[in-house]
């Protein structure tokens, strides 16, 4: 079960401050339940775990299944949140070596998340003469990273397998009744899932979105599904017992007293795109209006020897929250040495995870002691059912932060603005006076 310590904040903001945001968490959560705060078209997130459509979960494994009988590479091919969540999970749960692991699994490469030819042009080196299969996800149906790299994709299976054979090799994620993709999937008959109208991307990873790669990769998703309706049921607490409310109530309460970038870090390099998912989730939820908390991450130790100096000594706008775990896997013993000519023998006979746990003991004494408070978020070990509560936690954490700090979680319209001017310097019909002005401008 996910816990959280939020004591590394006091020094900076008392207990009764963060306690005072009580009543404005209680308001937040119950909007959220109640489904009468902005943004409550897309709450379906919120009880996913319980009223997730069995049937197309079924049917999720059953493709699965048969990407792994017939294929030994998937790409999925998405962006944002139809992206982040589904790597950031087979990192987490598998490795962020997946692809050079021994495996009866298909390696997985994730296109469509970026414009790159030199990207582009080595996932089909890497697939090389290989049996595939394509999970194209976009829940609009239209965005152009995926677009075009489903193109590509489509091109490459279909001369493989001719288009009848590339028909069962496709997967298409999205919309149950429109856009682009959708209407491709129905012309060419692809088997299609849904992204659910009333969730965002950024909180789509437990639908079909994320579980259908997870699937793919060998995790095992029911595990996934009952640790995230564990938190849930637990979650739903409406008291500062609950772990969710003490995360949400410290982060506003140092982002008032003018802690504006948090740092999420974790011991654990197979943790980093998780940190990569959480920085879209909150950063999309929360940035706007003016306001937010800047969502940054670390990879520790790594980073201490990076980015720690600044930490520890720069601007003191920051403050951290660790994730850790219980009971981490893996099992290496620092062994003694006769010479002991580096000096180490006084933690022979020690494991890695007694030495990584002083690490991130001493750290977070040094970072608080040079003015960064930190929040500790402990889960009990690295597995899919605490993997589904750790994402539920910062779903729901997310959404009612957003809500205590006054903007709309779930809507994302500074996105468009990047898009208008690239598809006007493309010569997108009907985006010609743009492309006019921008012309000028450039
Ligand atoms: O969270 C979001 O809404 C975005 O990050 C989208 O997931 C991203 O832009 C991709 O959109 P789509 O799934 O429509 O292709």
């Known amino acids: 079960m996910i816990r959280t310590d939020i004591s590394n904040v006091f020094p900076f903001v ?41 049937e197309e979960f079924a049917r999720i494994k059953k493709a699965a299944e048969k990407i792994k009988s017939d294929s030994q590479a998937l790409v999925v091919i998405g962006i944002g949140g139809s992206y982040l969540g589904a790597r950031a999970a087979i990192e987490f ?20 998340n970026n414009i790159s030819a030199a990207a582009t042009e080595e996932i089909v080196e890497l697939i090389g003469d290989r049996d595939f299969s394509i999970n194209v996800i976009s829940k609009s149906g239209t965005t152009t990273e995926p677009a075009i790299a489903f193109r590509i994709f489509k091109a ?9 054979g590339a028909k069962g090799r496709i997967y298409a994620t999205t919309d149950a009744a429109k856009g682009a993709l959708k209407n491709l999937a129905t012309v060419e008959g692809y088997e299609t899932f849904v992204v659910p109208d009333n969730i965002g991307g950024r909180f789509s990873v437990l639908s079909a979105v994320g579980l259908l790669p997870m699937a793919a990769a060998g995790i095992d998703i029911d595990a996934v599904m009952q640790g995230a309706y564990s938190a849930m049921a637990e979650f ?36 980093r795109f998780m940190a990569e998912w959480w920085k879209q989730l909150y950063g999309e939820s929360e940035g706007k209006d003016g306001k937010g908390i800047f969502p940054a991450s670390c990879d520790f130790t790594a980073d201490l020897h990076s980015m720690g100096q600044y930490i520890q000594e720069g601007m003191r706008n920051i403050f951290e929250t660790v994730v850790k775990m ?4 893996g099992n290496v013993t620092i062994e003694a040495t006769e010479e002991n000519v580096d000096g180490l023998n006084y933690i022979a006979g020690r494991d890695l995870h007694y030495v990584n746990e002083q690490a991130r003991r001493g750290v977070a004494l040094a970072h608080v002691d040079g003015g960064v408070p930190n929040i500790l978020v402990t889960m009990d ?10 994402v539920y936690f910062f779903e729901l954490a997310c959404g009612i932060s957003g809500y205590t700090l006054g903007v709309n979680p779930f809507n994302q319209p500074g996105v468009e603005a990047y898009k208008k001017n690239m598809f006007a310097l493309l010569g ?14 450039l």
Do not use: M
């Open 236 to 271: 739903s607490e409406k008291s500062f017992a609950n772990p969710v409310w003490q995360y949400a109530a410290a982060r506003n309460a140092l982002y008032r007293a003018g802690k504006t970038t948090e740092i999420l870090a974790c011991y654990e390099p197979a943790f």
């Open 156 to 164: 490459l299976i279909e001369k493989k397998y001719g288009k009848e």
């Open 428 to 441: 997108k019909p009907g985006y010609e006076e743009l492309g006019a002005e921008l012309a000028k401008r």
């Open 14 to 54: 008392s207990k009764e401050n963060v306690e005072a945001l009580s009543a404005e968490l209680k308001a937040a959560h119950e909007a959220l339940e109640a489904g009468t705060g902005a943004g409550s078209d897309f709450l379906g997130w919120l009880r996913l775990p319980e009223n997730y459509d069995r």
């Open 326 to 329: 219980e009971h981490p896997n």
């Open 381 to 390: 070990k690295l597995d899919e059912h605490n993997y589904g509560e750790l």
């Open 93 to 112: 749960l598998k490795s962020p070596n997946y692809n050079l692991k021994k495996k009866n699994t298909p390696d997985i490469f994730f296109a469509g």
